[in-house]
């Protein structure tokens, strides 16, 4: 492979009218993901005011987490057994029946069956959406649609707050929720037009995963209730989630129908290590994701929407990183990337962490574009990478496991920093140098799981040596 423009691709040819629509779909799938995510932390306050329930708000988004996961978790099967087509658009009906729910609830109980409906669909849909790549686009540009992928993540986290946050003063909390309702539909409508009806994989005595379903499902929700619990039971929940995933994974392992590679979170595989990074580095940087602003408020004094400019200087590096390097295709300039991503991602939370003790606001933007920086440089050649090392049987069980394992390290590292918060006294601190001194464990818990996912990402790379060059990734070009 060459790194020069044409066998690389353009970004032109991506968004050009060959492309431009399946290019579309799947940023779309993928942004129904991203902005649900986002948007409950700015409306669903307003939405409890309204509904009552105070005590069942965090819910709203634990359910959401949890429901996605186990979506994501079966994306592959439903994709094998239903066909693309017919799955996405399933999987849309479920997510836009959520929309509707939570639109119209009247009480918060019904709120929290719509969110579940809605993670339920967009975990099918974002799973399902991400095996789509390598089928619906030449080798030469998937790199650049799993950057595109990257890019829509971090404008989500930019840009989700600030559309709720406008929808939510200038019209009701409900059309924060119900703007995704139009978004369904046209996603539904470009599935019908541009996805295709993939052949079916027949599956002979297919098991139900029903048991594993639970497993994943359950290990989630033990790490949720672990953020809000003292630190004995906290230690429990996580130890106890730790055991109902590695059973989940254990148990698919002996399955007639797996729903993940026989090799995930296996270290002597190259998909292996790469799924431990696409853990760990989630794990590590929710550190920043959920401390950052509140600690800039606390102590600082900054009001929410300087707090949150600071933090959308993440959003924005992510994205330019992803750009930069969308055009890589030499391995070994990959296999940089990699390790580069988690190492910056340590770098970059030591520096928030010093930048804050040390009063020093430029520190933390520097940090801030490091965190960024982390994501968009590795993330994309990851992707590539794991799926290219895949055994062609098990690339859509690798692919759905991507965002899945992604979403399950984003609960799994918000759950960890808030059981060291309540270790170090952050909850009861209210002075700035008691701030400072009670948040020194948690970005160093992040900074050592990003150093333990550069081991990982190392270990990949040396497997990726020794295993010779990856399979060309991409459906082969058509000419008419």
Same mark, same amino acid.
């Given at each position: 492979?060459?790194? @020069?423009? !044409?066998?690389?691709?353009?970004?032109?040819?991506?968004?050009?009218?060959?492309?431009?629509?399946?290019?579309?779909?799947?940023?779309?799938?993928?942004?129904?993901?991203?902005?649900?995510?986002?948007? +409950?932390?700015?409306?669903?306050?307003?939405?409890?005011?309204?509904?009552?329930?105070?005590?069942? #708000?965090?819910?709203? /988004?634990?359910?959401?987490?949890?429901?996605?996961?186990?979506?994501?978790?079966?994306?592959?099967?439903?994709?094998?057994?239903?066909?693309?087509?017919?799955?996405?658009?399933?999987?849309?009906?479920?997510?836009?029946?959520?929309?509707?729910?939570?639109?119209?609830?009247?009480?918060? !109980?019904?709120?929290?069956?719509?969110?579940?409906?809605?993670?339920?669909?967009?975990?099918?849909?974002?799973?399902?959406?991400?095996?789509?790549?390598?089928?619906?686009?030449?080798?030469?540009?998937?790199?650049?649609?799993?950057?595109?992928?990257?890019?829509?993540?971090?404008?989500?986290?930019?840009?989700?707050?600030?559309?709720?946050? =406008?929808? +939510?003063?200038? =019209?009701?909390?409900?059309?924060?929720?119900?703007?995704?309702?139009?978004?369904?539909?046209?996603?539904?409508?470009?599935?019908?037009?541009?996805?295709?009806?993939?052949?079916?994989?027949?599956?002979?005595?297919?098991?139900?995963?029903?048991?594993?379903? $639970?497993?994943?499902?359950?290990?989630?929700?033990?790490?949720?209730?672990?953020?809000?619990? +003292?630190?004995?039971?906290?230690?429990?929940?996580?130890?106890?989630?730790?055991?109902?995933? /590695?059973?989940?994974?254990?148990?698919?392992?002996?399955? *007639?129908? *797996?729903?993940?590679?026989?090799?995930?979170?296996?270290?002597?595989?190259?998909?292996?290590?790469?799924?431990?990074?696409?853990?760990?580095?989630?794990?590590?940087?929710? +550190?920043?994701? &959920?401390?950052?602003?509140?600690?800039?408020?606390?102590?600082?004094?900054?009001?929410?929407?300087?707090?949150?400019?600071?933090?959308?200087?993440?959003?924005?590096?992510?994205?330019?990183?992803?750009?930069?390097?969308?055009?890589?295709?030499?391995?070994?300039?990959?296999? *940089?990337?990699?390790?580069?991503?988690?190492?910056?991602?340590?770098?970059?939370?030591?520096?928030?962490?010093?930048?804050?003790?040390?009063?020093?606001?430029?520190?933390? $933007?520097?940090?801030?574009?490091?965190?960024?920086?982390?994501?968009?440089?590795? @993330?994309?050649?990851?992707? &590539?990478?794991?799926?290219?090392?895949?055994?062609?049987?098990?690339?859509?069980?690798?692919?759905?496991?991507?965002?899945?394992?992604?979403?399950?390290?984003?609960?799994?590292?918000?759950?960890?920093?808030?059981?060291?918060?309540? /270790?170090?006294?952050?909850?009861?601190? %209210?002075?700035?140098?008691?701030?400072?001194? %009670? #948040?020194?464990?948690?970005?160093?818990?992040?900074?050592?799981?990003?150093?333990?996912?550069?081991?990982?990402?190392?270990?990949?790379?040396?497997?990726?040596?020794?295993?010779?060059?990856?399979?060309?990734?991409?459906? !082969? !070009?058509?000419?008419?």
């Amino acid at each position: 492979m060459t790194d @020069n423009t !044409e066998t690389a691709g353009r970004w032109a040819e991506v968004l050009g009218p060959r492309y431009a629509a399946a290019t579309l779909i799947l940023c779309l799938g993928v942004a129904l993901l991203a902005f649900n995510a986002f948007v +409950t932390s700015t409306a669903m306050p307003t939405a409890v005011q309204e509904l009552g329930g105070v005590a069942l #708000i965090s819910w709203a /988004l634990t359910l959401f987490l949890v429901f996605a996961i186990m979506g994501g978790a079966g994306a592959a099967l439903a994709k094998q057994v239903l066909g693309a087509r017919v799955a996405l658009l399933v999987s849309a009906a479920i997510f836009l029946a959520g929309s509707l729910i939570v639109g119209t609830a009247a009480s918060m !109980e019904i709120v929290l069956v719509g969110r579940a409906l809605q993670g339920l669909g967009e975990g099918l849909v974002a799973a399902i959406c991400f095996a789509l790549i390598p089928e619906m686009f030449p080798a030469r540009l998937v790199p650049k649609v799993f950057g595109m992928q990257a890019m829509v993540w971090a404008v989500a986290a930019f840009g989700g707050p600030v559309v709720a946050g =406008v929808l +939510t003063e200038s =019209v009701s909390w409900r059309a924060a929720f119900l703007v995704s309702v139009p978004m369904a539909l046209i996603f539904a409508g470009m599935v019908l037009v541009v996805v295709p009806n993939s052949t079916l994989i027949k599956q002979d005595h297919a098991d139900f995963p029903g048991v594993r379903l $639970l497993l994943v499902g359950s290990g989630i929700m033990a790490v949720a209730l672990a953020s809000l619990a +003292t630190p004995l039971t906290a230690a429990l929940l996580l130890a106890g989630a730790a055991l109902l995933l /590695l059973g989940a994974v254990m148990l698919d392992k002996r399955s *007639r129908t *797996r729903l993940m590679p026989i090799d995930a979170f296996w270290h002597g595989s190259v998909v292996g290590s790469g799924l431990w990074v696409i853990l760990l580095t989630p794990v590590a940087g929710a +550190t920043s994701a &959920v401390y950052l602003v509140l600690l800039l408020q606390q102590m600082w004094g900054y009001g929410p929407t300087l707090a949150g400019a600071v933090a959308a200087v993440l959003a924005l590096a992510w994205s330019g990183a992803a750009i930069a390097v969308a055009h890589v295709q030499h391995e070994a300039t990959r296999m *940089r990337l990699i390790t580069l991503g988690p190492g910056l991602l340590a770098l970059g939370l030591t520096g928030v962490l010093t930048g804050l003790l040390s009063g020093q606001i430029a520190v933390v $933007l520097l940090a801030q574009i490091a965190i960024g920086a982390s994501y968009g440089l590795s @993330n994309s050649s990851l992707y &590539v990478t794991l799926m290219g090392s895949a055994d062609p049987g098990e690339r859509d069980r690798v692919a759905a496991l991507v965002p899945t394992t992604q979403s399950a390290g984003n609960a799994i590292g918000a759950a960890l920093a808030g059981v060291a918060a309540n /270790l170090t006294g952050y909850a009861s601190a %209210s002075t700035s140098a008691a701030f400072a001194q %009670s #948040i020194i464990a948690v970005f160093m818990l992040g900074a050592s799981v990003a150093i333990i996912g550069l081991l990982a990402a190392v270990r990949m790379t040396q497997l990726m040596a020794m295993n010779g060059p990856l399979v060309t990734l991409g459906m !082969e !070009e058509r000419h008419p």
